[in-house]
């Protein structure tokens, strides 16, 4: 065997004995990427969505929670919340007392308002589906439920 491939066998060992082989496989995916507008509804609702669930899963040290529903939420919808989690036990914007692993926001379209469906996932097959309505003016969400604000 001569050194150059000595050497090659070598670094080949040590690559599998420290597991460098199977990091560089798992890290040689396509890179993905995320897009949206401030201008667009379903941009802001998935916005939301993605930073709330990030603050409460976070335990929230910093009310973060809070300060994205006094943004994201129209005043009187911030008192119907309250008033449901109150009566329920639960956190009002999820619908449950805990936090999903997934979300996916899907638009459902309305020509009023924005309506959109968030797909929240709590295990290998257990989703919810939730209702949300969103002010195209404001852009302020003003509803939140199992169905639209028109579909009662």
Do not use: C
Request: proline share 3%; glycine share 10%; aromatic share 6%.
């Amino acid at each position: 065997m001569n050194s150059k491939t000595r050497i090659a066998l070598t670094a080949g060992v040590l690559a599998v004995a420290l597991g460098l082989g199977a990091g560089v496989q798992a890290s040689a995916g396509t890179p993905r990427s995320v897009s949206g507008k401030p201008s667009d509804n379903i941009t802001r609702i998935a916005d939301f969505y993605g930073a709330y669930i990030d603050a409460v899963t976070d335990e929230d040290s910093g009310n973060l929670g809070t300060a994205l529903r006094s943004h994201y939420l129209t005043p009187a919808f911030q008192r119907e919340l309250n008033a449901w989690e109150k009566k329920n036990h639960a956190n009002g914007v999820l619908r449950a007392q805990n936090v999903p692993l997934a979300w996916k926001v899907t638009d459902n379209g309305t020509t009023d308002h924005t309506e959109a469906v968030i797909t929240l996932t709590w295990g290998k097959s257990s989703t919810t589906k939730l209702v949300v309505d969103m002010t195209r003016g404001s852009h302020k969400i003003f509803h939140i439920g199992e169905k639209g604000i028109g579909r009662k």
